[in-house]
C-alpha cells in the first residue's frame, strides 16, 4: 500500500538466541551469537513460562543484558524474545512541537547552544553563573539612567563611563569608587563621617570624592592673677571643602590651653592652645590665652585663632585689650576699661568677639559664640567668660563649649568644653579654667 510522505524505516524483527536460565537476574542477550543491544526493554516482547513479561515493571535492560526484577531458578523457562525492530526515524519534527516535557533532563549541553546567545524576556539563574574565555560580563549601556529601575539593577553610562547600580532610591557610582577610613566613622543623612578627637591619619584607598571639613583648634586658657582674669579665646576654625584621591592625610588635633595661676607673673596668662590641621589642607591656630591682673598690673589678651579676654582693672589704671583673632579664623578678645573694677573680659568665639566690660560692679564679659557646622546642632569655637572679683562674678561662656568666669571669689574658672575648641573661663585669686580640645571632623555623600 503507497504511504503518504516521507516512508518510516521499519523491519528487522528478530527473535533473540535462547536463554538457559539459573538462579540470577541478569542475563546475556545475543542474535545469531553476537551480542544484542535492544534500544529499551519497550523494544522487547519476553515470554517467562508462558506469560508476556511488562518490560520496566518485570524486566528492564542494560547494554546487551535483560535484567529481571527477581531471580529467576534453572526451573524457570524464558520461552522466547523477540526483538521488535529498529527504532523507527521519526524525521525532522515541525516548527514549534518540541515542547520541554520532549526533552531529557541535562539533554541540552553547552556543545548543542550557539555561540551567541539572545534572550528575549528575563534569565533566572538558580545557581552560578561561570565565565570562560575573556572572563567578562558586560552589562547595558546607555547615556542616561534606565526608566523604573528596580533595585539591583546595573547600566554603564556612556556619558560619564561610570558604571551604575540603583539601591533601590537612587542610583549609585559604582566606578572610582571612594573608600576612605579614619576616626571615628559614622553615617547620617546621606552623608559619612570621620571624627578626629585627637591626632590620627585619615586614609583614602581608591577614589577621588569632593568632601567637606572643620578644623578646630584647641581653646586658649583663661587667665587669673590675684583679681581678675580674661577669658580664653576660641580654637580657630577653617571650613571648606576640597577634592581628595587616594593617599595618607596626617590629621592633627590641638589641646586646649592651660589656665593662668595667682602667682601674678607670666604663669598667670591663660596658656594658648593648639593648632589642629588637615595636612596639606590647612591649619587653624589655637584660641589666644585670657590676661592677668594683680595689684596695679593688669595684662591684654593674647592673639590666637580668637584672642583672649583683657584682664579687669582697678580705678585709674589703664584699660586692656583683648588679643586679635586670626582673620577667617575667629574674632578678638574683649577689653576692660579705665576704671571698670576688677572686671576680666570675655575671650573672642568664630562667630562674634568677646564681651568688653565697662560699668563697674558689673559681671565678667560673656565669650564670643562659636558656629553650629553645617548646621547639625553641635557648636564649636565659644569663647571663655572673664572673671569678676564684683558680687557679679564671672562672665557666660560662649555657646560652642566656653567656659564660664567664676562663681565664687575667689574662685576658678570653668573648662571649656572638650573636642570644641571652647576658650576657659576667667578665675579671681585662683585658676583660670583650661581650654578644650579641638576637633577635626571630614564628610561626604554617600
Known amino acids: 500500500m503507497p504511504f503518504l510522505g516521507k516512508q518510516p524505516s521499519v523491519g528487522a524483527y528478530s527473535k533473540l538466541d535462547s536463554i538457559t536460565t539459573s538462579a540470577t537476574t541478569t542475563f546475556n542477550l545475543s542474535l545469531d551469537g553476537g551480542a544484542y543491544y535492544p534500544q529499551s526493554a519497550n523494544h522487547l516482547l519476553v515470554s517467562l513460562n508462558g506469560i508476556i513479561q511488562a518490560p520496566q515493571d518485570s524486566f528492564t535492560v542494560s547494554g546487551s543484558q535483560i535484567i529481571f526484577s527477581s531471580a529467576l531458578t534453572v526451573s524457570d523457562s524464558i520461552d522466547f524474545i523477540i526483538a521488535l525492530g ?41 545557581g552560578n553563573i561561570n565565565f570562560s574565555g575573556a572572563n567578562k560580563l558586560q552589562i547595558p549601556q546607555s547615556a542616561s539612567a534606565p526608566s523604573s529601575p528596580s533595585e539591583g539593577d546595573m547600566y554603564y553610562n556612556t556619558t ?21 577610613s579614619g576616626g571615628t566613622e559614622t553615617t547620617s543623612g546621606g552623608y559619612k563621617y570621620h571624627t578626629y578627637t585627637s591626632s590620627e591619619t585619615f586614609t583614602v584607598s581608591s577614589g577621588t570624592k569632593n568632601v567637606e571639613y572643620l578644623i578646630v583648634a584647641g581653646g586658649g586658657g583663661g587667665g587669673s592673677g590675684s583679681e581678675s582674669g580674661g577669658g580664653g579665646g576660641a580654637g580657630g576654625v577653617l571650613i571648606g571643602s576640597t577634592s581628595f584621591s587616594a593617599t595618607n592625610f596626617s590629621i592633627t588635633v590641638g589641646a586646649g590651653g592651660s589656665g593662668g595661676n595667682n602667682s601674678n607673673t607670666s604663669a598667670s596668662f591663660g596658656g594658648n592652645g593648639s593648632d589642629s590641621s588637615i595636612a596639606g589642607v590647612g591649619t587653624a591656630i589655637g584660641g589666644g590665652g585670657g590676661g592677668w ?4 598690673t593688669n595684662k591684654d589678651g593674647q592673639s ?19 588679643g586679635a583673632g586670626t582673620a577667617g579664623q575667629g ?90 575648641g571652647g576658650g576657659g573661663g576667667g578665675g579671681v585669686n585662683s585658676t583660670g579654667g583650661s581650654g578644650g580640645s579641638g576637633i577635626v571632623i571630614i564628610r561626604y555623600a554617600v
Open 86 to 126: 529498529d527504532v523507527l526515524d521519526i524525521g525532522t519534527p515541525t516548527a514549534g512541537t518540541v515542547g520541554t516535557s520532549q526533552l531529557a533532563n541535562n539533554a541540552v549541553t553547552s556543545g548543542k547552544l550557539a555561540t551567541n546567545i539572545s534572550i528575549a524576556g528575563d534569565l533566572t539563574a538558580s
Open 160 to 180: 560619564d563611563n561610570i558604571v551604575y547600580n540603583y539601591d533601590g532610591t537612587e542610583w549609585i557610582s559604582m566606578s572610582n569608587v571612594f573608600l576612605a
Open 293 to 296: 591682673q594683680g595689684g596695679t
Open 304 to 322: 590666637g585663632g580668637s584672642g583672649g579676654g583683657g584682664a579687669g582693672i582697678d580705678q585709674g589704671e589703664a584699660s586692656t585689650s583683648g
Open 331 to 420: 574674632n578678638a578678645g574683649g577689653g576692660s576699661s579705665n576704671g571698670t573694677g576688677d572686671m576680666g573680659a570675655g575671650g573672642g568665639g568664630y562667630s562674634s568677639a568677646g564681651a568688653n566690660t565697662a560699668t563697674a560692679s558689673a559681671p565678667g564679659g560673656d565669650g564670643g559664640d562659636g558656629v553650629d557646622w553645617q548646621s547639625l546642632g553641635t557648636y564649636y569655637a565659644g569663647g571663655g567668660g572673664g572673671g569678676s572679683n564684683q558680687s557679679t562674678l564671672g562672665g557666660s561662656g560662649g555657646q560652642g563649649g566656653g567656659g564660664n568666669g567664676n562663681s565664687t571669689s575667689p574662685g576658678p574658672g570653668s573648662n571649656g568644653t572638650a573636642n570644641t
